[in-house]
T-cell receptor, first 110, second 117 residues
Framework: GQSLEQPSEVTAVEGAIVQINCTYQTSGFYGLSWYQQHDGGAPTFLSYNALDGLEETGRFSSFLSRSDSYGYLLLQELQMKDSASYFCAVLNSGNTPLVFGKGTRLSVIA | ETGVTQTPRHLVMGMTNKKSLKCEQHLGHNAMYWYKQSAKKPLELMFV???????ENNSVPSRFSPECPNSSHLFLHLHTLQPEDSALYLCASSQDFKVAGLSYEQYFGPGTRLTVT
């Protein structure tokens, strides 16, 4: 079967750095995606890692270790608007191409 | 604005009603998806269409019936729903489903918040 684990909630201070971890179990693995969803909004794509290493896009970075079946999303210089739910999602060769985790609710406090 | 629109945004229906959810994408994508999002649960894939062909039905009850008349439009027909079907129903699209690695970036609509009474 397929499974993803990520923390359910994380709280961090404005201006700080936060890391949201994701571990997964799947077959036919292609890569790991991250999505952001604000309350009442649609999930929006943030990043995708197919190869090991760190991908940086502005304040957000995403990391993948295929050998450890592990990845993380790193958010720097946190802003209040970053308060949202963050989902990791595994892309695989199965009939369900993108399998989502349960999401991590990030609260940014002043 | 993601290029994927859904109507209605909110829907309240009784268990004996029949209603339809509509999704339209303006991105030129070939794959479209229906997801169910319930509180405290991961996004659950319900149906996948690729080039108008249904490629996946994730053991969804028959009271949910999808329709994809063309690559830009997707419907979800609802009938005799149960209260546990109350959830946010999200439509998404991506470039292609069957070409490996092209469906990692999915574009989601705003969803329809469904309440079954």
């Amino acid at each position: 079967g397929q499974s993803l684990e990520q923390p359910s909630e994380v709280t961090a201070v404005e201006g700080a750095i936060v890391q949201i971890n994701c571990t997964y179990q799947t077959s036919g693995f292609y890569g790991l995606s991250w999505y952001q969803q604000h309350d009442g909004g649609a999930p929006t794509f943030l990043s995708y890692n197919a190869l090991d290493g760190l991908e940086e896009t502005g304040r957000f970075s995403s990391f993948l270790s295929r050998s450890d079946s592990y990845g993380y999303l790193l958010l720097q210089e946190l802003q209040m608007k970053d308060s949202a739910s963050y989902f990791c999602a595994v892309l695989n060769s199965g009939n369900t191409p993108l399998v989502f985790g349960k999401g991590t609710r990030l609260s940014v406090i002043a | 604005e993601t290029g994927v629109t859904q109507t209605p945004r909110h829907l309240v229906m009784g268990m004996t009603n029949k209603k339809s959810l509509k999704c339209e994408q303006h991105l030129g994508h070939n794959a479209m998806y229906w997801y169910k999002q319930s509180a405290k649960k991961p996004l659950e894939l319900m149906f996948v269409y690729n080039f108008k062909e249904q490629t996946e039905n994730n053991s969804v009850p028959s009271r949910f019936s999808p329709e994809c008349p063309n690559s830009s439009h997707l419907f979800l027909h609802l009938h005799t729903l149960q209260p546990e079907d109350s959830a946010l129903y999200l439509c998404a699209s991506s470039q292609d489903f069957k070409v490996a690695g092209l469906s990692y970036e999915q574009y989601f609509g705003p969803g329809t918040r469904l309440t079954v009474t």
